[in-house]
């Protein structure tokens, strides 16, 4: 999976198409990441104890990571992404449009 926590990305298909959003959580057996702001549901919670609030909370619910693609930090476009080494020697990240590491 090239998609990391903290990485911003847009989301290309869904009902929440077009949105950006940073990465929250990502589930690479399952495939799938967390994206702030993005596929919220809502979850019912009932109050355990006698201090706790009950109520409706908003959720993030995950969504797969091939709907999803990486918004590069310079040229601010969603692009795919490569890799090459620099010059340290260490394999780092390249957008695809503009050649700026990630």
Known sequence: MNI??????VV????????EGKILTVYPKDGKVIVEGVSVGKRHKK??????????????TPIYASKVMLVCPKCSKGTRIGHKFNEKG?????????????
């Open 4 to 9: 990391r926590k903290d990485d911003k990305v």
């Open 47 to 60: 109050a355990r104890r006698q201090n706790e609030e009950s109520g409706i909370i908003r959720v993030e």
């Open 12 to 19: 290309l298909s869904g009902k929440d198409k077009g949105k």
């Open 90 to 102: 260490e394999k780092v990240r390249v957008c695809k449009k503009c050649g700026a590491e990630m």
